[in-house]
């Protein structure tokens, strides 16, 4: 089992020049399957479906997450067919294994209270401070995506509407703003980001301290920044406001395909997730305050 494993990985690293962390992930998985082999003295040209089956049985029982299992089995996938195109075997015994369903985590949401301190933290005392209370102002009055908004140019933004036009994927929409949003963007815009700017001709609406176009990372580690400042224990990432957005929406009464409309989502079904979380909620709130389920 090691002299193919060996070959395959140099299969990975200098045919499929696979990166070197998909090589790793990929390996560490094939190890562990030919240490359960090699304890059952099984030899590569023996494996049957049965035993890769049982294999990834064993590893749920080992509390492995359906993630995991899933991902072993892909690898084995990979390796066998590889063996196969060697003429090292004559099938695939992993092939028609069926692939373990993932169990689909809610996304995390903050309260109502969390969002306002999250909000309250940017100190409107210098540029700075300005700038990051309109960038959170937007990112939460309108749900889009951090990619989205560090794409987004002054021209995207109509004050005087009280709306941004947000382009992604070839499509156009246009997301309500409101007031709170469009009193922190104009203040930013109209007094604060010029003297941000390191070029006049700069189009980006929200820029760093070099007067560039913010990037992933530089917003990623503000929101940290601000999360700490708030003392909010959740792991809050630039998406969590997001699916804030959202839900908080559809716990408002706005319907579903208002809000997949303004989140820009091509399939119902991703918007419908908030939904589950709407329904646990009111399940937990249930749960805590009818005498008669206390």
């Known amino acids: 089992m090691k002299t193919f494993l060996a070959a395959y990985e140099h299969y990975l690293e200098h045919e499929k020049h696979a990166s070197a962390n998909t090589v790793a992930s990929y390996m560490r998985d094939l190890r562990q399957f030919a240490s359960y082999a090699d304890d059952r003295q099984l030899k590569v040209r023996d494996i049957t479906q049965s035993n890769v089956s049982t294999y990834l049985d064993y590893l749920a029982g080992q509390g492995k997450s359906p993630a995991t299992v899933s991902r072993s089995l892909a690898s084995l996938k990979g390796f066998f067919t590889y063996l196969v195109g060697e003429a090292v075997i004559d099938r695939n015994p992993a092939l028609h294994v069926a692939t373990v369903k993932a169990e689909k985590k809610l996304p995390q949401v903050l ?3 969390e969002v306002e301190r999250l909000l309250a933290q940017p ?9 990051d209370k309109a960038m959170l102002e937007l990112l939460y009055a309108t749900g889009i995506r951090v990619t989205e908004l560090i794409s987004l140019n ?3 933004v109509n004050l005087a509407g009280s709306f941004i036009r947000c382009e992604s994927k070839g499509k156009e929409r246009i997301i309500p703003l409101y007031p709170a949003a469009v009193d922190a963007l104009a203040v930013y815009m109209q007094n604060i980001r010029p003297k941000m700017i390191a070029d006049i001709d700069e189009q980006a609406l929200f820029v760093n301290v070099s007067g560039d176009r913010m990037s992933r990372q530089g917003f990623w580690k503000i929101v940290k920044s601000y999360q700490e400042k708030a003392h909010i224990d959740k792991d809050i990432t630039p998406h969590t406001l997001r699916h804030s957005f959202a839900t908080h929406l559809l716990e408002n009464g706005a319907d579903l395909h208002s809000i997949q409309e303004m989140m820009g989502h091509s399939d119902i079904s991703s918007t419908q997730v908030y939904a589950q979380l709407v329904k646990q909620h009111l399940k ?11």
Request: proline share 4%; hydrophobic share 20%; with cysteine.
């Open 111 to 113: 309260t109502g209270k």
């Open 123 to 131: 100190k409107c005392s210098d540029m700075k401070g300005y700038r």
């Open 284 to 294: 937990s709130v249930y749960n805590k305050s009818h005498p008669k389920a206390m």
């Open 154 to 156: 002054l021209t995207d």
